[in-house]
Nanobody, 127 residues
């Protein structure tokens, strides 16, 4: 089994930055992507970003507007989400998810495509 643990969330003022980490343990996967999703109270889970196993391909929801950057360090079994210019509407629980095989690039924003999920980390942006 694969375990995913998110960290790095917290309280930050609008305009500030946070870097989230998703650390994986268990079996190493060589072909599947890792995605970040978020969920605010009363809203459905939404796609934030995803990255291929090699790191050569990244994907972002259009609403991120270039403020977020996803990266990974396979040697450390960790995926990162750098969040800059944070806004109050970014407040949510952020989850990382992993897939154990390749999927089409057009489906990386679909939660049902992923096999493993972390427990989430809270990000709160104050105004």
């Amino acid at each position: 089994q694969v375990q995913l643990v998110e960290s790095g969330g917290g309280l930050v003022q609008a305009g500030g930055s946070l870097r989230l980490s998703c650390a994986a343990s268990g079996r190493t996967f060589t072909s599947g992507p890792v995605g970040w999703f978020r969920q605010a109270p009363g809203k459905e889970r939404e796609f934030v970003a995803a990255i291929s196993w090699s790191g050569g391909s990244t994907y972002y929801d259009i609403s991120m507007k270039g403020r977020f950057t996803i990266s990974r360090d396979n040697a450390k079994n960790t995926v990162y989400l750098q969040m800059n210019s944070l806004k109050p509407e970014d407040t949510a629980v952020y989850y990382c998810a992993a897939k154990n095989s390749r999927i089409d690039s057009g489906t990386v924003n679909t939660p049902d495509e992923y096999d493993y999920w972390g427990q989430g980390t809270q990000v709160t942006v104050s105004s």
